[in-house]
Each structure stands twice: as structure tokens, then as C-alpha cells.
């Protein structure tokens, strides 16, 4: 079973270069969403998606962009990597309860 | 706004022990309760949840109390092993979607 699956685990980028997060679900959840993961902060939600086609903003939208154009993808975009942006992050789906990807570690230097 | 306080870590504990871990919420309406179990290097997994005051989740010998009163639901378990070496999250949802979690709590468990 493969459930949530992110892609790449690690990247390093540098400051104003771009990259695409993948994740992608086979459990055919209507729901995904992007966290990012921060020392002592919890889980914060970037974006979700309630459906192909939807998206919305979280807690921490700004620096990111999602789109959702098959229900199995949700790719997240960095469109110029800052600093800030190093974190863990992670994709879930599901309603009730969230299954959650093995996480991308991004440090920006 | 919606948020969910969890004791600091970290927690260090001998194999045997017993172990708590606080968490209260602030939610504006009815929300469901999730703790999330975090091992070395992976994602986050479900543990346990309740749905309701008064609801008691468990699992793996982990149980949480929906406590509406004390607007709580702290983890406890009676006895640690080795691999509950984690970090653990409380959360909310007021909409069977959207998660607010709690800091994390780190928890060591020593042989």
C-alpha cells in the first residue's frame, strides 16, 4: 500500500531558485493539504484542497503555490526559495482522519 | 482562533514508567480530538482520536479522555517501551479536515 508518497525527501536550494514538492495519494481522497514543519511551532498548513480543480489557503500561504488538476496530485511550488523556507514539509489526505507523506527536508541556503 | 496547547518537552523516561502528556484547546464550536504519533525520520501517524465529550480513545496501549469541562485530552500510557521514542502531537478539527496542532512533544524512553 502506498498511500501518501512525497517527492523529492531532501533538497537543498539556494536563495530566488524555484522547485516543485510532489505528492501524490492512491487512496483517492478528495482532501490534501501541505504542512510545514518548524522547531516548536507544531505543524502549520500552507494550502489544501478539497477537491480537483479547488484550493485554498492555510495558516502560512504566502511564498507558495498549489494547484490540484487530478485528485491523486498535489504538488506544492516555491516560486523564488527564500531562506524561511527551510523546513520539513508534509502532505496529507483524507477527511477525519489524515494520512500523512514521509516529508520533504528543504534547506534553502 | 482555534489552537490546541501541549505540555514541553522534552520528556525523558525510564522503560516501565508511566507517562503523561498534557494538552488543552481553545476551539469555538465542537472539535474533534487527534493525538499524532511522529517516529525518527517519518511522517506523522494517527494514534488515537475521540469525536465527543467523554469519548475515551486508545491504542497500542495509549488512552485519551475527551474532557469537555477542562477543554483537554492528554495522552497517558502505563507502561513505556523503548519504541515509544517519538514526538507527539495533539490536534484539532472543527471540520473533519483542517488540523491545528499542538507544539509537539518529544519523549525519550530509556532502557
Known amino acids: 500500500n502506498a498511500g501518501v508518497t512525497q517527492t523529492p525527501k531532501f533538497q537543498v536550494l539556494k536563495t530566488g531558485q524555484s522547485m516543485t514538492l510532489q505528492c501524490a495519494q492512491d487512496?483517492?481522497?478528495?482532501?490534501m493539504s501541505w504542512y510545514r514543519q518548524d522547531p516548536g511551532m507544531g505543524l502549520r498548513l500552507i494550502h489544501y484542497s478539497v477537491g480537483a480543480g479547488i484550493t485554498d489557503q492555510g495558516e502560512v500561504p504566502n511564498g507558495y503555490n498549489v494547484s490540484r488538476s487530478t485528485t491523486e496530485d498535489f504538488p506544492l511550488r516555491l516560486l523564488s526559495a527564500a531562506p524561511s523556507q527551510t523546513s520539513v514539509y508534509f502532505c496529507a489526505s483524507g477527511r477525519g482522519v489524515q494520512y500523512f507523506g514521509a516529508g520533504t527536508r528543504l534547506s534553502v541556503l | 482562533g482555534d489552537s490546541v496547547t501541549q505540555m514541553e518537552g522534552p520528556v525523558t523516561l525510564s522503560e516501565e514508567a508511566f507517562l503523561t502528556i498534557n494538552c488543552t484547546y481553545t476551539a469555538t464550536g465542537y472539535p474533534s480530538l487527534f493525538w499524532y504519533v511522529q517516529y525518527p525520520g517519518e511522517g506523522l501517524q494517527l494514534l488515537l482520536k475521540?469525536?465527543?465529550?467523554?469519548d475515551k480513545g486508545s491504542n497500542k496501549g495509549f488512552e485519551a479522555t475527551y474532557r469537555k469541562e477542562t477543554t483537554s485530552f492528554h495522552l497517558e500510557k502505563g507502561s513505556v517501551q523503548v519504541s515509544d521514542s517519538a514526538v507527539y502531537f495533539c490536534?484539532?478539527?472543527?471540520?473533519?479536515?483542517?488540523?491545528?496542532f499542538g507544539a509537539g512533544t518529544t519523549v525519550t524512553v530509556r532502557a
Open positions: 487512496m483517492n481522497h478528495e482532501y
Open positions: 490536534a484539532l478539527s472543527l471540520n473533519d479536515y483542517k488540523l491545528s
Open positions: 475521540a469525536t465527543k465529550a467523554d
